[in-house]
């Protein structure tokens, strides 16, 4: 970058990135919102409602697992025991297992993928959804084997929610999650004002020409309304499930089962990523949530909406604390494509959080003996910090010498960064007397208590300036 040239910052790249977003999408109305920790660094319409389609998933997933915490429901039960009207369900073969909470949530059925026919039924009225369960379901593949994308799937879980409270499962997730998390422009029926939905014809956007479909017995798939500033309160709760810690656990729904919905549950095909087909991401479905691991962002949860006049997604990446959301009003804009963008542009230029480490006092313990051993070797010094293991995969007067070959100075060496990938696994930068990084430790402990290191390498730093 030339002296001349200005850095850009969060707010600027994000407006510039957004509006070539709208432009290139046609949407009449678009909002977007991005919080780094607790700070809002960008947001745009964030007062805005559309309709948020399968953004809704997160909302049932996590009452599922309130009452499962509240002992109302157990995730591995069948359905029918507490959707009565599936007890005819025809499975797809003579050996499948019976269909459970668990199937539903992760996707994991094998309920025939239905978009965009579900698009056309959040409306469902009490006989329709009736007759529809008491028909059953047809299958794509076995149960509990694939990753099926099913919107009846969900709608089957709100009717489990209502049953399980005996009230509309709207009420109860508007009582147990939204207000007390003051998400009141979170709402299942339209507002007074919301983005009015368009869809993309002949390159130009046009009024759908029919009234947004009400709520109904396919709502918990896909019906809520909700803004920028809402979402963001939701993906910041969900996100504040990490890390696992020992302050208080405020709910509504606990840490522990936060963190739950955004584990994989059923693997999905690695794709890549969106404008990159060089670049291969792995991904699965949690609950209500999707799990994505890419090689230069890291961990990112997600989920996107799509539907008839609108499209929407979701973003955050619990490792960084940063939150990313984006609603517009044109039919399946493509809102994923938009926040990855938005992350990465925020990537390139430097201006997205860094991942938090996990540093914990046991591996910082570790690190510093095991340099201190390693510059002057000392066989009972060596007895204290390792585990019983290494001496035997390696005697103590070989690992010496092989230390005093790779390293071209004797020491003794200071320890520089720690980069912890979780409790028990980091690296370690060795320094020399001038502060340069000359080598890299490797190292892992052991789960015994106190735990031990169990395993260490070394390897020399490359391109660094002597």
């Not at 309709?51 to 995730?75: G, V, Y």
């Not at 004002?193 to 017995?217: F, I, N, Q, W």
């Not at 949690?286 to 994505?292: A, K, N, T, W």
Request: glycine share 8%.
């Amino acid at each position: 970058m030339k002296k001349s040239e200005k850095k850009p910052n969060a707010s600027g790249l994000l407006k510039t990135h957004f509006a070539a977003v709208q432009e290139g999408c046609k949407a009449p109305s678009l909002a977007y919102g991005v919080t780094f920790g607790s700070k809002r660094i960008a947001a745009h319409n964030s007062t805005l409602p559309f309709r948020i389609a399968s953004m809704s998933k997160s909302f049932t997933a996590a009452t599922i697992l309130l009452l499962r915490d509240r002992q109302l429901i157990h995730l591995d039960q069948p359905i029918a025991e507490i959707v009565p009207e599936l007890s005819e369900l025809q499975l797809p073969t003579t050996d499948s297992p019976e269909v459970t909470i668990r199937h539903l949530l992760t996707m994991s059925a094998g309920l025939a993928t239905d978009d965009p026919w579900a698009d056309r039924q959040l409306d469902a009225d009490h006989e329709f959804m009736q007759k529809l369960l008491s028909e059953g379901g047809y299958f794509a593949d076995p149960v509990g084997t694939s990753f099926c994308y099913s919107n009846y799937g969900y709608a089957i879980l709100g009717r489990a929610i209502s049953n399980a409270v005996r009230q509309p499962y709207q009420h109860y997730i508007s009582a147990e999650l939204l207000y007390p998390l003051s998400m009141l422009s979170t709402t299942w029926s339209p507002p007074s004002h919301y983005a009015l939905p368009h869809r993309l014809r002949d390159g130009a956007a046009v009024d759908e020409g029919l009234l947004p479909l009400k709520d109904g017995g396919f709502s918990s798939m896909g019906g809520l309304w909700s803004t920028v500033d809402d979402l963001l309160v939701w993906a910041n709760f969900l996100m504040g499930g990490f890390p696992a810690r020992d302050d208080k656990d405020d709910g509504p729904l606990i840490r522990a089962s936060r963190r739950e919905m955004q584990q994989v549950c059923r693997a999905m095909k690695r794709e890549s990523a969106p404008g990159d087909p060089q670049r291969e991401v792995h991904q699965g479905y949690g609950m209500g949530l999707r799990v994505i691991d890419d090689p230069k962002l890291g961990c990112i949860i997600s989920h996107s909406g799509g539907l008839p006049g609108y499209g929407s997604n979701m973003m955050w990446y619990p490792d960084r604390q940063v939150a990313i959301v984006s609603l517009a009003n044109i039919t399946y804009a493509p809102m994923f494509d938009a926040d990855f963008h938005a992350s990465d542009a925020l990537r390139h230029e430097g201006l997205l959080p860094p991942p938090r480490t996990q540093l914990t006092a046991p591996l910082q313990v570790h690190a510093q003996a095991l340099i201190e051993l390693l510059s002057n070797w000392d066989n009972q010094k060596a007895d204290a910090i390792f585990a019983d293991n290494v001496v035997l995969d390696e005697s103590y007067d070989r690992r010496h010498r092989a230390f005093q070959l790779l390293s071209d100075y004797g020491g003794p060496f200071q320890l520089g960064t720690i980069t912890a990938y979780n409790s028990a696994f980091a690296d370690a930068l060795l320094l020399d007397s001038d502060g340069n990084e000359v080598l890299k430790l490797s190292f892992k402990l052991s789960p015994q208590v106190p735990p031990l290191i169990q395993t260490y390498t070394v390897t020399k730093v490359t391109n660094k300036t002597p």
